[in-house]
């Protein structure tokens, strides 16, 4: 019982998306490198204890957000390459601005400020929200096309 999905001009705007939020990871990594190295704190140590370096906590904060972002990876591509099967406008839209508001949240997450990632980088909670909720609408088609 195979299922035959066919992929719309739009859906390379979907593709573009997954390119834009690989270069923010790319530049997050980068990141994570210049405050290992302002904060001399080296492989293979993943965060920093107070007790080792007196700048553990801003390190961290950088290296967190990366991380945080990282975390997220799986989410955001499976429900932005899925949905966008279905709403390849919607999810390519949603997935720019989750891309935007991780940049945001990321930046916020530098500071060490808990409040100053959600002022703009909140927005990635919406934005992902929506990209499940395409998920689950191509899902549901899928599941009514094979009953008829």
Same mark, same amino acid.
């Given at each position: ?83 966008? @099967? ?5 999810? *390519?839209?949603? #997935? &720019?601005?989750?891309?935007? =508001?991780? /940049? ?15 002022? @703009? ?5 919406? *934005?992902?929200? #929506? &990209?499940?909720?395409?998920? =689950?609408? /191509? ?10």
């Amino acid at each position: 019982m195979a299922v035959s999905v066919e992929l719309t001009k739009e859906y390379g705007y979907v593709v573009l998306t997954v390119v834009a939020y690989a270069f923010l990871n790319f530049w997050m990594s980068f990141q994570v490198g210049a405050a290992r190295k302002k904060y001399k704190v080296f492989y293979p140590t993943m965060y920093a204890t107070e007790a080792e370096n007196k700048d553990a906590k801003p390190f961290n904060c950088v290296q967190r957000g990366h991380q945080n972002s990282v975390e997220m990876m799986p989410l955001f591509f499976t429900t932005l390459l899925l949905g966008g @099967l279905q709403h390849p406008v919607i999810a *390519a839209a949603l #997935g &720019l601005l989750y891309t935007v =508001a991780r /940049f945001f949240y990321f930046k916020g997450y530098t500071t060490g400020v808990r409040e100053s990632r959600h002022k @703009l980088g909140g927005l990635n909670y919406p *934005a992902i929200f #929506g &990209l499940i909720i395409c998920t =689950a609408s /191509f899902g549901i088609n899928l599941i009514i096309r094979e009953a008829i």
